[in-house]
């Protein structure tokens, strides 16, 4: 099983809501990730979770609050967003974070709408 | 990370070889490339990497060139299902090693 599963696939938000993404992955992989990408751009990093422990933050809002409960799934927690935050969220995995040769799964991405 | 440079868009006939560089000229020694692509409205699927060597898999044949500036991936009999874009990506062994996309290609493929 080399799937990375994503939850819900669209959402519609307003402002003043709170909402979660979910991601999960079944491959024993230590290495969790979230992207961004806005239309017509490539993907952007925001958070990398090395053995449930968040290792990489890239200087993303605080109203972006992820989690990871466990080894296989790792959650997106939303607050207060902006307009601007409408995107294409990706969730990825790999065998282990830092090494060149372990290639990331991509999940199919929450498309998200703020109102 | 090493930057790329990649065409904005290119377009191939179904049925032919599909041949997409990538330019990675400050690429240093320990730096692998890394090929994915992008389908429309779906997550990143990897397609192939390398480090010296060339490559092949199922999906696609990766040529670097001797002093490792370029390099380019290979589509053998390209379909109407691959078109997508396609991100060159180099990524180092040290560090945090993660990926960092470019603009990629747009390929089109042509009935």
């Known amino acids: 099983d080399t799937e990375v599963t994503q939850t819900p696939k669209h959402l519609v938000m307003g402002m003043t809501n709170k909402k979660s993404l979910k991601c999960e992955q079944h491959?024993?992989?230590?290495?969790m990730y979230w992207y961004k990408q806005k239309a017509k751009k490539p993907p952007e990093l925001m958070f990398v979770y090395s053995y449930e422990k968040l290792s990489i933050n890239e200087s993303v809002p605080s109203r972006f609050s992820p989690e990871c409960p466990n080894s296989s799934l790792l959650n997106l927690h939303l607050h207060a967003l902006q307009p601007e935050d409408s995107a294409l969220y990706l969730c990825?995995?790999?065998?282990?974070?830092?090494?060149?040769?372990?290639?990331?799964?991509f999940g199919p991405g929450t498309r998200l709408t703020v109102t | 990370d090493a930057k790329t440079t990649q065409p904005t868009s290119m377009d191939c006939a179904e049925g032919r070889a599909a041949n997409l560089p990538c330019n990675h000229s400050t690429i240093s020694g320990n730096e692998y490339v890394y090929w994915y692509r992008q389908i429309h409205s779906q997550g990143p699927q990897y397609i192939i990497h390398g480090l010296k060597n060339n490559e092949t898999n199922e999906m696609a044949s990766l040529i670097i060139t001797e002093d490792r500036k370029s390099s380019t991936l290979i589509l053998p009999h390209a379909t109407l299902r691959d078109t997508a874009v396609y991100y060159c990506?180099?990524?180092?062994?040290?560090?945090?090693?993660?990926?960092?996309f470019g603009t990629g290609t747009r390929l089109t493929v042509i009935p």
């Open positions: 990506i180099v990524r180092d062994q040290t560090g945090a090693n993660n990926l960092f």
């Open positions: 491959m024993g992989h230590r290495a």
């Open positions: 990825a995995s790999s065998q282990l974070q830092g090494v060149p040769t372990y290639e990331q799964y």
